[in-house]
């Protein structure tokens, strides 16, 4: 079974909210998945409301053999980043 972290859509029409999922790279966007790592609003108003997503489990996915698609690679690389500024991480 090949792994993959993509987004599915659970938002209304013209107001996208998106989850960052670990589901089988062959299934259907919104269909079953393995693990729920986080939300993403595109819409949201506030900065943080936007990205909310745990990059430690997403880590251990990838370390298990999970690929990212282009988007959640992208999404990832921005909430490791905000992880990286905020002064609680460390």
Not at 18 to 36: L, P, S, T
């Amino acid at each position: 079974m090949a792994l993959k972290i993509k987004l599915a859509r659970i938002g209304a029409t013209h107001n996208p909210v998106y989850r960052v999922v670990v589901a089988e790279a062959r299934g259907r966007r919104d269909g079953r998945f393995v693990e729920i790592l986080g939300t993403y609003s595109p819409r949201a108003k506030n900065e943080s409301e936007t990205l909310k997503l745990d990059v430690e489990r997403a880590d251990y996915w990838i370390s298990q053999g999970a690929l990212p698609t282009d988007t959640s690679r992208s999404l990832l690389k921005r909430a490791k980043k905000a992880d990286a500024e905020s002064p609680a991480a460390s």
